[in-house]
T-cell receptor
């Protein structure tokens, strides 16, 4: 079957660094994406890894290890506005996304 | 950047009625659009993949006769919830990939919140 696992909740303080892990299981893997979703809003694309290694985009970085079926999203210099749900998702052959259950990040002052 | 719109943003209807939701790519052509459903505090679940000019591909467990999808042009896909019932109340979100662009990036619409009374 296909599945993704990520922690349900993470709490950190402003200015800190937080890592959200994601493990997945699928027969056909084309890449791992990360999306951010604020309450009541639509998901917004953050990052994508097709190959092993680290991708950096400003304060956000994403890592993938295909051999371990594992990835993570790293958020640095946390800001209050980063409080949101974060989803990892893998792409299928038709570009469809299968999402994890989401991690609710709370940033405290 | 690529912008996807949805209309309406919010709809309340009586049980048994049909509701149409439009998804448009405003500044790009989308050969493929996707429809997701999200219940409160849950993840997004893919309902169907919509390709311009062909029949939609539905995920297992999604009734194609209840959730009618039409992708008439490269910028418009519609989802019609037929004979809606309270259990269909949810947040419906569409997304699109850019034709010829990186397949990994999907652009999501703002979502449509459906409440069936």
């Amino acid at each position: 079957g296909q599945s993704l696992e990520q922690p349900s909740e993470v709490t950190a303080v402003e200015g800190a660094i937080v890592q959200i892990n994601c493990t997945y299981q699928t027969s056909g893997f084309y890449g791992l994406s990360w999306y951010q979703q604020h309450d009541g809003g639509a998901p917004t694309f953050l990052s994508y890894n097709a190959l092993d290694g680290l991708e950096e985009t400003g304060r956000f970085s994403s890592f993938l290890s295909r051999s371990d079926s594992y990835g993570y999203l790293l958020l640095q210099e946390l800001q209050m506005k980063d409080s949101a749900s974060y989803f990892c998702a893998f792409s299928g052959s038709a570009r469809q996304l299968t999402f994890g259950s989401g991690t609710q990040l709370t940033v405290l002052p | 950047g690529a912008v996807v719109s949805q209309h309406p943003s919010r709809v309340i209807c009586k049980s048994g009625t049909s509701v149409k939701i439009e998804c448009r790519s405003l500044d790009f052509q989308a050969t493929t659009m996707f429809w997701y459903r999200q219940f409160p505090k849950q993840s997004l679940m893919l309902m169907a993949t919509s390709n311009e000019g062909s029949k939609a591909t539905y995920e297992q467990g999604v009734e194609k006769d209840k959730f009618l999808i039409n992708h008439a042009s490269l910028t418009l896909s519609t989802l019609t919830v037929t004979s809606a019932h309270p259990e269909d109340s949810s947040f419906y979100i569409c997304s699109a990939t850019v034709a010829g662009g990186p397949g990994e990036t999907q652009y999501f619409g703002p979502g449509t919140r459906l409440l069936v009374l």
